[in-house]
């Protein structure tokens, strides 16, 4: 007599197994997605981060090609006005090499300002945004099973789980 009753529980835990395990396949599945997805945003983020740095890198040797022109031109200005002290000369052609030298000093300098804030706004290219989403999911994760465990002890038990799940929780 007491064996009619053992055989449903028999049949029904292999549908209770199948869906244990159709349901860890699908977490499975869910958490490979999600950390491929991951994956590709710090990629881009890093990808968007090292193009910044590109960018200053060039400007910054833009910047160092003005300010060595400006030093060409200061050194040809300077020889220019030897010439021009030296005796028997009557010309001041120096000035305009003078002139042209403080432009590109000036060129030299605004690029090299540039350059150095997009470096600092590309360095380091760590990816934030995907180290915070990684945060947020291992947060979601872990909390799940203290809200399940909460929900689930509506017995005695219950106020107890309740009163830890929330200490923990904040």
């Known amino acids: ?5 053992e055989s449903p529980p028999a049949q029904e835990q ?3 197994t199948q869906n244990i395990a159709a349901a860890i396949g699908e977490v499975s599945e869910r958490a490979t997605v999600l950390i491929r997805e991951e994956i590709e945003l710090a990629k881009a983020e890093v990808t968007e981060k090292a193009r910044k740095l590109m960018r200053g890198a060039i400007v910054g040797a833009a910047a160092g090609v003005f300010v060595l022109s400006a030093l060409v031109f ?3 200005g300077c020889a220019w006005l030897l010439y ?6 009557t010309f001041a052609y120096f000035w305009g090499f003078f002139a042209m030298a403080v432009i590109l000093l000036v060129l030299g300098v605004l690029a090299g300002l540039v350059a150095a804030r997009a470096v600092k706004k590309g360095s380091p290219p760590v990816p934030h945004m995907a180290i915070e989403e990684a945060r947020k999911i291992r947060e979601t994760v872990s909390a799940g099973p203290e809200g399940a465990g909460t929900a689930a002890g509506a017995g005695p ?3 107890s789980q309740g009163g830890a799940g ?3 929780s904040t």
């Open 1 to 5: 007599m007491s064996v009619p009753p």
């Open 14 to 16: 292999p549908e209770s």
């Open 74 to 76: 200061a050194l040809v």
């Open 84 to 89: 021009y002290y030296l005796p028997g000369s």
């Open 157 to 159: 038990a219950g106020p």
């Open 166 to 168: 929330a200490g923990v």
